[in-house]
Each structure stands twice: as C-alpha cells, then as structure tokens.
C-alpha cells in the first residue's frame, strides 16, 4: 500500500484534509529559450531531473517517473527549484559557463550514468566529442549507438552536457530538445575570437 493510500485511509472525516510532509521531490516547468525544461530536485537541494517537456503528456511521463523512481511526494513547488532555475537561466544568457548544482544520477541507470558522467569529466565547456570517442573513454569502442541511446535518455540535460556529442565528422545529430536547442546551445557555447 503507498504512502498515499494510507494516509487517506487514515484521514479524519470529511471535511478535513488530510495533511502530507514536505516534498521529497520538488519541480517546476520553466520556459526557456531552447524550450519547454522540467526542473525537478530532491529536500536536499540536488537536481534529479532537467529535462525538456514540450507538452503536458511529456511532463507527466517525467513526473510518473520521479514518483516511481525517487517518491511518489513529488510537488510543484516552484520555490524549491528557484535556485536551479535561476543559474539555468544565467548560463543560457552566456552569464556563466556552468550550472554547478549537485546532481542525483537516480533516474540514470548504471550504463547511463557511466557515459554521462565520463562525459561531464571529459568534455569541458566550448569543447564537443564524437559518439565513438565517447564510446572509447567508457571503454566500448564500438558502442557509438549504445552512448547515443544512453545520451538520448539524459535525465540531466543542459546540467550533464550531452549536446556538446556530434557525429564523427562533426555533424549535429539527435538531440532531445531538438537539433534547434543543439545548435543553439554549442554556439553559446563556441570559443569567441
């Protein structure tokens, strides 16, 4: 039986709420200039989720997630994630070349979090890699379409730098924000002269 379910079974009579703690998952859904992005983090302050959901189906597919992944007390408390929001915005402005905000890999599983994490160590700001090179550092040389599906499910985006992976010959390919965002955000993030 869930949290929930007792709770309700356990409320007073009718005309009295129930009452629930605190979120253990708190998101907003924020427009950005490459698109529609759910911002989801724990109590703790660490971001679990920052995808991109152009409509209500595609938010509720991430927060039917979160709830059976992390906790099923998953709130719109926009408040909470303000922080996050904020240094989103200031990097997609070009006012920083990081987010630095805590992660929690618990929406990746063990494979993703292998690419995504060598990834975010290998690939700085201004810098992109191929999906074979990639596939080379996680020790699959011949996994390319492996790390692309394992980067097509990033649960971190923008935050854990996927867009920053193109084809071998440098050709923008699949990106979940739409090869727009892709493009939009390497050329932020291109080297100025």
């Known amino acids: ?13 009718v005309g ?3 009452t629930f703690a605190d979120a253990e998952v708190s998101y907003l859904v924020h427009d950005t200039p490459i698109g529609r992005m759910l911002l989801a983090c724990r109590a703790s302050g660490a971001l679990v989720a920052s995808v991109f959901a152009p409509s209500v189906q595609a938010e509720d597919r991430v927060l039917d997630r979160l709830a059976a ?7 719109r408390l926009p408040a909470s994630v303000d922080p996050i929001r904020r240094r989103l915005d200031d ?7 990081g987010l630095g905000v805590e992660v929690d890999w618990a929406l990746a599983s063990p494979w993703q979090h292998s690419v995504l994490a060598t990834l975010s160590e290998r690939v700085p700001y201004g810098a992109r890699a191929s999906y074979g090179q990639l596939a080379a550092w996680v020790g699959r040389p011949r996994g390319a379409r492996a790390v692309g599906a394992a980067l097509g499910a990033n649960p971190l985006c923008v935050v854990v730098p ?5 084809g071998a010959r440098g050709a923008l390919t699949g990106y979940a924000g739409g090869l727009a965002a892709k493009e939009r955000l390497l050329e932020l993030e291109a080297p100025r002269a």
């Open 1 to 13: 039986m869930t949290d929930l379910v007792r709770r309700l079974r356990q409320a007073p009579a």
């Open 16 to 18: 009295h709420p129930p």
């Open 69 to 75: 992944t992390v906790s099923p007390r998953v709130l």
């Open 91 to 97: 990097y997609l402005a070009g006012r920083s070349h």
């Open 162 to 166: 996927c867009h920053r992976v193109v």
